[in-house]
């Protein structure tokens, strides 16, 4: 085995023994398992598994939950009011406010 193969080589491989093992016979099947297992240091299980089954075409992905960064423009109109509310208080101080009553 190739300790330096990558991921994307380790696919390029099991798809040209998958194409051989789809119309393959019994005997056959059996050594490209054997290759499989010695090329790629799958378990032998595993390599079943991976000769049986086509890939999976990937979707789009769908980002959920919280957005990981905000627009400044859509945010400052929002947060300018408060912070000169607060008479221009910094983060630690804008933290320990309580939600309503601003101090």
């Known amino acids: 085995m190739d300790k330096d193969m990558n991921q994307t ?54 980002l959920t939950g919280r957005p990981v960064q905000f627009a400044p423009g859509l945010l400052l109109p929002w947060l300018r009011p408060i912070w000169q509310a607060t008479d221009y208080a910094c983060g630690q101080r804008l933290a320990r406010l309580p939600l309503l009553g601003l101090g």
């Open 9 to 62: 080589t380790r696919k390029q491989v099991l798809e040209k023994l998958r194409r051989r093992y789809e119309t393959a016979g019994a005997e056959h099947k059996r050594k490209l398992i054997d290759q499989a297992v010695q090329l790629l240091g799958y378990h032998r299980k595993a390599a079943i598994r991976g000769l049986r089954q086509r890939p999976q075409p990937r979707g789009p992905v769908i």
